[in-house]
């Protein structure tokens, strides 16, 4: 099963330059709450690409999309994803709770939402003070001035990101940033993003399906995936028809950064994380930075850049083979070289 996932995840040996967007598909999406933790996941998997290639393949060919999609936090997907991803997810403001929240009314909801709309029609990216002052009055000015964007809530099954104006981020038209742009059915979406969890990270059990959805499964979708149960060193869990578990043993060393999404989308935790958990997934945020050997969490590890020097500390939670640190080095001069600098090793 390890050896699968590290296979299906492209964390057992990269990936061409070409093979970009493709990679990010296969993961279900790169995690992009932090930019660095994105950068970094892509640099894990793919061979020879370069910050301005991602940069490129989001804000100039746009066959990227940031957006609020997975968990309704920011990812990198596709564009041509996008609209499934987003599908997935009911729209937080037609939640009677997030409403009372946020002291709207039914509808202030629907004006919100066509006002947002109406100032971003043009296909133009705009900031949260643009927008804000677009919509006007009381809206408006609560639009300026929550970096959290809650009043885009409304909107935003029709919003992505733009190209950031320094750090200002901006926001656009998905049907209008993304060429042949159409909307999925919910139902639909919600099982093809299960399905296409569990080719990536399965087997997995629904329970462990649903942790990493964020929200139930109802028993219809569960149903229209036509699993099987398979043992998996005498667990009982569940995989799509057909999947094949190869008994080749997981090999390598990766630097993972925060939220990395093979950390996140992999289950039991015991299998993949077997010591120091709470390091890991620390008060229950996270994950952070992990050392990966062999397809299981093994240590974690920080950076810090010094000018030209990025020093890499890493804490292993048992010894490494000369092999390993040899390999580790490696990813060292990989993530030092991502950000132009010359790499300084330290393991703790």
């Not at 992009?32 to 910050?51: F, K, M, N, P, Y």
């Not at 746009?62 to 997810?89: C, F, G, M």
């Not at 649903?210 to 398979?230: C, K, M, S």
Request: net charge neutral; proline share 5%; with cysteine.
């Amino acid at each position: 099963m390890v050896a699968r996932r590290l296979a299906r995840s492209r964390l057992d040996r990269r990936a061409p330059a070409e093979e970009l967007v493709a990679v990010v598909r296969e993961t279900c999406g790169v995690h992009a709450q932090l930019e660095s933790g994105a950068e970094l996941a892509i640099s894990a998997r793919v061979e020879g690409v370069t910050r301005d290639d991602v940069r490129e393949a989001l804000w100039e060919s746009r066959a990227l999309v940031k957006a609020s999609t997975l968990r309704t936090t920011l990812h990198l997907h596709p564009a041509d994803e996008i609209a499934l991803w987003k599908s997935a997810y009911p729209p937080r403001a037609s939640e009677a709770a997030w409403r009372k929240w946020q002291e709207l009314t039914e509808d202030d909801v629907a004006q919100l939402r066509e006002t947002v709309l109406a100032a971003l029609d043009d296909g133009e990216p705009r900031t949260r003070n643009e927008i804000g002052a677009a919509v006007g009055g009381a809206f408006g000015a609560r639009i300026a001035a929550d970096s959290w964007g809650h009043l885009l809530a409304p909107s935003a099954d029709l919003l992505c990101h733009g190209p950031p104006r320094g750090r200002n981020a901006t926001f656009v038209r998905c049907d209008r940033w993304i060429a042949g742009w159409r909307a999925v059915d919910p139902a639909d979406g919600l099982v093809e993003a299960s399905r296409r969890y569990l080719d990536a990270y399965g087997p997995a059990r629904r329970d462990e399906l649903e942790h990493w959805l964020a929200r139930r499964l109802p028993d219809g979708a569960f149903a229209a995936l036509e699993l099987e149960e398979v043992d998996v060193d005498g667990r009982t869990s569940l995989a799509l028809a057909g999947t094949e578990l190869p008994d080749a043993a997981p090999s390598g060393v990766r630097l993972l950064s925060h939220y990395d999404v093979y950390v996140v989308g992999c289950h039991p935790r015991e299998l993949l994380i077997p010591e120091e958990r709470t390091r890991i997934f620390h008060g229950g945020a996270g994950p952070n930075p992990a050392l990966l050997v062999n397809g299981v969490v093994a240590g974690t590890w920080r950076r810090e850049k010094r000018g030209r020097r990025m020093e890499i500390r890493v804490e292993p939670f048992r010894r490494l083979t000369a092999a390993q640190r040899r390999a580790l080095a490696a990813e060292a001069a990989r993530v030092a070289a991502w950000y132009g600098a010359d790499p300084v090793l330290e393991l703790l």
